[in-house]
Each structure stands twice: as C-alpha cells, then as structure tokens.
C-alpha cells in the first residue's frame, strides 16, 4: 500500500524541467525514514507566484526559490536569516501554519553563501593530502601562509554573485587566510554596485569592479575564483586563460576555482583550470550543499540523524543524476 503523502514541499522557478532539487530532498527523506514527504517541482514565474502561495494548504512545509523568484519571493515572508536580510535575496521559505490563519507564515533563508562555503571546505579538506605532495613535488615551502590575505575572483554579476561574494567575507583560504582582495569581472559593471555593498561588510577588504576583457589575466592572480556566469557565458574566458598557462602548467598551482555551472560536467573553464594545474569545483557542489542545509530547515521537527548520514546519500542520488 503506497505511502499516504502528508508533507509537501517543492522548487519553484522557471524553467524547472531541469532542476536536480528533487533527486537530492527524496533521497534524504528515505535515509531519513521521513516516507509521508515528498518533494516536486512547478513551474512558476513571478506572475504566477502569487496564485501559487495562495492555492498552499497546510500539508506544504517547504519551498526551494530559484531564478527568477529569489527577490519576488522576499514581499511574502520574513527574512530569518543574516543573509537572506542583507542580501534581500531568499532561496529557502519555511512554512508554518496555524489554526487561525488559512495562509501560512513563511520564514525566508538564504542557504546559498552557506552552499558555496561548504563546496569550497570540502575540496580544501579533500585536497590536503595533494596539497602536501604539490609543495614537495614542486619545491614549495611546507608554510605558504600570507600576511596580506588572499585573492578572490568573481566572475559574472547577478544574484549569484551576491552570494559568493557574502562567502568570501566569511571563508578562509587554505595558506593565504581570510579574503582581503575582491574583484568582481562582469560584462556590464554596475554604477550602483549592491557587491560593493556586501563585501564592506568585512572590514579591510578592498573591492574593485573590472569589465570582462580583463578576467583572464585577474584569475592568474587569484586564490579562489567563482564563476556565476551561466551555461557557456565563461568559455571565452577559458579559452583565453589556456592560451596563458600552455608555456607554464603550474601558473594554477594551488588556485581553487567553483563554477556553480553544472552543466555541461565539467565546464570547458574547469577543464582550462585543471590543466593549469588548479583545482576546479563543479557546481553540483553548491547545489549538493545549499540542499543540505534546506532539508535541515525544512524537516527541522522530523530530523533524528546527524547531518552526515543523508549527505552521503543526497551525494550518491546527485551523481546517479548527473
């Protein structure tokens, strides 16, 4: 006999068709025996996003926001986190109801800067092992910590933007420490820059905004590197940046670049980084990782395992996916 369904939960947006968030909330509601959930996905534009809320009944407990509904959302519900407050971008809406109300209170989040932080921690945890090698192989000193902080490079500047760069306020780069340089690389720069807004939120970090012709040579400069410009937006870029490092393979060495892109696996930018010998984080990371913190959210009176029991399986369901 089928389970009966007693909690809703889904991603909205448009397009949709192609969204993973289901593979990824299904896969942690059967590691986490929660077999009355069930996660969708609908398709919905900012008009229609008012029809939508509005036709919820009391069995729906969490909405996943994406493109174009992260700011259209925010008029709907409460910000309640730092994030999804400063940023006035929401990717997150928890449900609550009550017996009085016939619409729901809604409590907004922004798991995103947290998606992104994570992607970066894993690989650095990763990669320490290969760290090690690269300084013995190539001759680096065992301590290549900076007084002066490290580099960060953002590519593209829309919402996504907005959350890697609140990430960069927040991580700490392996040998170089705590983000101290930001520059933004972006098609049309902004005159009022929301991104400079952010990263003054971090005190002593320098921010600068340059036009995308000049992306390539910033990225030789950087320590981490976001890429935030969509489907193929970066491959020029990447084409570019293997004309640089063809004479010397290690002008990367070290670098960590996350292109949030996840399609096509890997991007040609992550295939150009790697074979400058940087690492490269594809963006099923990010996704993986903001996931995991929405069903944290959303499940929050279910949850009775620790966060590492249905990560590994919302990693295995991601990558079957893919």
Excluded at 152 to 163: D, F, Q, S
Excluded at 274 to 297: F, T
Aim: aromatic share 6%; charged share 20%; net charge negative.
């Amino acid at each position: 006999m089928p389970n009966i369904i007693k909690h809703h939960c889904a991603v909205l947006g448009k397009p949709i068709a192609h969204s993973l968030s289901p593979v990824l909330h299904n896969a942690a509601y059967g590691t986490l025996g929660l077999d009355d959930w069930e996660y969708t996905r609908a398709e919905v534009d900012e008009g229609g996003l008012d029809a939508f809320l509005s036709g919820l009944d009391p069995s729906w407990a969490g909405l996943s926001i994406t493109m174009p509904l992260k700011r259209s959302i925010q008029p709907y519900g409460m910000p309640s986190d730092y994030w999804s407050k400063v940023l006035n971008v929401a990717n997150t809406a928890v449900l609550s109801w009550y017996k009085a109300k016939t619409q729901p209170y809604i409590a907004l989040y922004n798991t995103d800067v947290e998606g992104i932080e994570q992607a970066f921690d894993h690989c650095w945890q990763s990669n320490r092992l290969n760290r090690t090698a690269q300084r013995e192989k190539y001759a680096l000193p065992a301590d290549c910590s900076r007084e002066n902080g490290a580099k960060a490079v953002i590519l593209g500047n829309g919402n996504t933007a907005l959350a890697a760069v609140a990430a960069c306020t927040e991580i700490s780069v392996p040998d170089a420490g705590s983000v101290t340089q930001l520059t933004v690389c972006a098609r049309r720069p902004h005159e009022k820059d929301p991104l400079q807004q952010i990263a003054k939120l971090q005190a002593g970090l320098t921010y600068r905004q340059v036009g995308l012709a000049r992306a390539a040579e910033e990225l030789l400069e950087a320590d981490i590197v976001v890429n935030t410009i969509p489907s193929h937006g970066a491959d020029v870029i990447a084409e570019q940046l293997t004309e640089l490092t063809t004479q010397t393979r290690q002008l990367l060495l070290g670098k960590t670049l996350l292109d949030v892109v996840y399609d096509p696996r890997p991007t040609t930018l992550m295939q150009a980084w790697r074979a400058g010998s940087g690492i490269a984080i594809g963006g099923e990371e990010m996704l993986l990782y903001q996931a995991i913190a929405q069903v944290r959210l959303m499940t929050v009176g279910e949850l009775k395992i620790k966060k590492t029991d249905f990560e590994q399986a919302m990693r295995s369901a991601l990558q079957e996916a893919l």
